[in-house]
């Protein structure tokens, strides 16, 4: 990427204000971005899942669903949503070997290209990117432990009201006095089933019981939530009755 690109700027800005490559010295992002190659996915496009073996990408901007299909029932699950500052395939980068997941835009998704050997030897060369690395790999592992463990023992409507509750930003926004959801807020009802394992009548339904409830509000494929403490409360009494 050359820096007359006219999106120069906003990955430089993307890398500086990520975790993994905030701490590294503005000439060593230069450096980087010097190899990296710019490449846009559009909305609703699913792309090639052999491409995470190849190139590692950095995410600029937009929303990255990473679904697994099950081959005999066709029946999706999306462990993974992925926005700026994330990179697909981290998996595919430690082990070089294909992922077999299929990656979908849910809107207009601005990445930063680079090979998975360039990536590595990047690794190697800064320990300080490295020390980053690790960090952000546990989190990446330690979500999908969540995933799993949500998945086994906990019913749907759990599944969903900690989905909510894990994505809702606390602080309220003061001109309606609601929690602002980040990343999932605008997804449909069949996205949101995907990323709890379940279908998309069910989460429909179980939407609309927390809206009567007063927990939430959905309008227009927008999602907030109306009563935090409600949302954690609900929460709370169902694990009791797991218990």
């Known amino acids: 990427m050359k820096q007359n690109d006219p999106d120069y700027s906003k990955a430089f800005t993307a890398l500086r204000q990520s975790s993994l490559f905030g701490e590294l010295d503005e000439s060593v992002l230069h450096e980087l971005l010097a190899s990296f190659r710019p490449v846009t996915w559009q909305k609703s496009e699913t792309i090639d899942p052999e491409i995470g073996a190849k190139y590692c990408h950095f995410i600029v901007s937009g929303k990255l669903k990473i679904t697994q299909v099950d081959p ?3 029946r999706t699950i999306a462990p993974f949503l992925l926005s700026s500052g994330d990179i697909y395939d981290i998996f595919a980068l ?8 299929f990656p979908i835009a849910m ?3 601005v990445t930063l290209q680079l090979p998975l050997s360039e990536a590595r030897a990047c690794l190697r060369k800064h320990p300080e990117f490295n020390a980053q690395f690790l960090p952000y790999l546990g989190e990446m592992m330690r979500q999908l432990e969540q995933f799993n463990t949500s998945l086994v023992f906990h019913d749907t409507t759990t599944r969903l009201a900690e ?6 930003i606390p602080e309220k926004d003061p001109h309606d006095g609601h929690c602002e959801v980040r990343l999932i807020n605008n997804l449909s009802h069949e996205s949101l089933a995907e990323m709890i394992g379940s279908v998309r ?3 429909s ?4 019981k927390l809206k009567e409830e007063g927990v939430i509000i959905s309008k227009r494929g927008h999602l907030a939530v109306k009563n935090l403490e409600k949302l954690i409360q609900k929460i709370n009494r169902l694990h009791c009755k797991k218990e």
């Open 163 to 168: 989905l909510i509750l894990r994505h809702t």
């Open 72 to 74: 005999d029932t066709g």
């Open 94 to 101: 430690l082990d070089g070997k294909e992922h077999t997941a």
């Open 201 to 203: 009548s069910v989460v």
């Open 205 to 208: 339904s179980q939407i609309h």
């Open 107 to 109: 809107e207009k998704v």
